[in-house]
């Protein structure tokens, strides 16, 4: 069955300090997409990267990187240099390649609370 | 930069009540989709719709709900009696291509 695991409720954190966001995923499939959202205080839900299971390579984009490792199922998510902008709550999800068939399947979030 | 677009912001209603959720996708997309997330819970997937028709829903979306495309910019969700636990915020999402979903900013039902 599909399913997303993000293990930490909540982090926080001091400004400037690096954090790592986890998220495990389970599918059958051998096709699917990885993506992280960012919810910020009010509410909506903002993209942050999608990631196709056939690529491999890490990403990293200004402050944000990401470590997608197909051999344990994970997609884990690091903040370096954390700011108190970065406070919001992040969610980890999954996408299946199903026909038009297409849903997200979400963890259950993790809450970063990073303090100046 | 286009955006999906949803109406209203914050829907305050009497349990029993129908209410209807609207949202505008963008405009070349073909895919479309409604989850809702309870206060302080986790996204849920409620319906998807292609083509004039629904092409997948979940457990939640029961004889209750509804969608429409009713002009061929407004994606509806309709709650025909709304309950307490339809309390929550509800996304709209859009695509044009597969596996790449654009969401609105959500609307905040609060059912009394």
């Known amino acids: 069955a599909q399913k997303v695991t993000q293990a930490q409720t909540e982090i926080s954190v001091v400004e400037k300090e690096d954090v790592t966001l986890d998220c495990v995923y389970e599918?059958?499939?051998?096709?699917?997409?990885l993506f992280w959202y960012k919810q910020p205080p009010s509410g909506e839900l903002v993209f942050l990267i999608r990631r196709n299971s056939f690529d491999e390579q890490n990403e990293i984009s200004g402050r944000y990187s990401w470590n997608f490792q197909k051999s344990t199922s994970s997609f884990n998510f690091t903040i370096t240099a954390s700011q108190v902008v970065d406070s919001a709550v992040y969610f980890c999800?999954?996408?299946?390649?199903?026909?038009?068939?297409?849903?997200?399947?979400w963890g259950l979030g993790t809450s970063l609370g990073v303090n100046p | 930069e286009p955006e999906v677009t949803q109406t209203p912001s914050h829907q305050v209603t009497q349990m029993g009540q129908e209410v209807i959720l609207r949202c505008v996708p963008i405009s070349n997309h073909l895919y479309f989709y409604w989850y809702r997330q309870i206060l302080g819970q986790k996204v849920e997937f409620l319906v998807s719709?292609?083509?004039?028709?629904?092409?997948?829903k979940s457990e939640i979306f029961d004889d209750q709900f509804s969608v429409e495309r009713p002009d061929g910019s407004n994606f509806t969700l309709k709650i025909r009696s709304t309950k307490l636990e339809d309390s929550a915020m509800y996304f709209c999402?859009?695509?044009?291509?597969?596996?790449?979903?654009?969401f609105g900013p959500g609307t905040r039902l609060t059912v009394l």
């Open positions: 599918t059958r499939d051998t096709t699917y997409y």
């Open positions: 719709f292609y083509n004039n028709e629904i092409s997948e």
């Open positions: 999402a859009s695509s044009a291509r597969i596996n790449e979903q654009f």
């Open positions: 999800a999954l996408e299946e390649n199903a026909g038009n068939n297409r849903k997200l399947i």
